[in-house]
Nanobody
């Protein structure tokens, strides 16, 4: 069983930065996609950023402010978040899909709170 563990969440002020990290409990073979999603109270989970076969995609609201990086060999993925806004407040979830396992793995989430 694979577990994804996120870290780096916290409380910051608008304009500040945070870096989220995610690590798998073991090596995952055949990683196809690595990414970050977020879900605020009362809202649906939304894509923040992902790396799919070497190509990165970002949600419109974070383009130019957030940067995703990942290491498929180590099954780690990070999210550098700059110029944070109050509306970035959410629980952030790490996600990894392995074509080899035929499974999508999720972390339990880390809370990011941005105050004005």
């Amino acid at each position: 069983q694979v577990e994804l563990v996120e870290s780096g969440g916290g409380l910051v002020r608008a304009g500040e930065s945070l870096r989220l990290s995610c690590a798998a409990s073991r090596v995952i073979v055949g990683i196809h996609t690595m990414g970050w999603y977020r879900q605020a109270p009362g809202q649906e989970r939304e894509l923040v950023a992902r790396i799919r076969e070497g190509t990165t995609n970002y949600g419109d609201s974070v383009k130019g402010r957030f940067t995703i990086s990942g290491d498929t060999a180590k099954a780690t993925v990070s999210l550098q978040m700059n110029s944070l806004k109050v509306e970035d407040t959410s629980v952030y979830y790490c996600n990894i899909y392995s074509w080899r396992d035929g499974k999508e793995y999720w972390g339990k989430g880390t809370l990011v709170t941005v105050t004005s």
